[in-house]
């Protein structure tokens, strides 16, 4: 895994206005679009490790962590592996790149934990 590459292990994926309402965004404004395609970025363009594994790798390596760490470099505590998804965002761009100034990818982070937990009372 690349240092720009940014894995999240997920109970639930939130829907859309779930996640834009958690950061107090409107729908249909400026910010609103941004963070939709944040969204999109997040959860509908990752790659979620646990169904690839699932439906391809499952006969080649003998368990989820094993995959992880072999194919991907990724380490994670048990607790995060037994979450739903383990979504691997490639190289973060725009609002939510670490390199951009006014990045709000650790606002964003913190939301889509906040919902997490949440969801897991």
Not at 36 to 65: G, M
Not at 74 to 90: C, D, G, M, R, S
Not at 94 to 106: H, K, L, T
Request: proline share 6%; glycine share 4%.
């Amino acid at each position: 895994m690349t240092e720009k590459d940014l894995v999240l292990s997920l109970g639930r994926i939130p829907p859309l206005d779930e996640f834009l309402d958690a950061l107090k965004i409107k729908p249909g404004g400026l910010a609103g679009q941004i963070l939709t395609s944040v969204y999109n970025e997040l959860f509908v363009w990752s790659t979620d490790l646990r169904a690839q594994y699932n439906h391809y790798y499952c006969v080649e390596y003998p368990t989820l962590p094993d995959y992880l760490e072999l194919v991907h470099e990724i380490y994670l505590n048990p607790a995060e592996l037994e979450k739903t998804y383990i979504l691997k965002i490639k190289s973060p761009g725009g609002v939510i790149e670490e390199a951009y100034d006014d990045n709000v990818r650790d606002t964003v982070i913190a939301c889509v934990r906040k919902m997490e937990d949440s969801h897991e009372d």
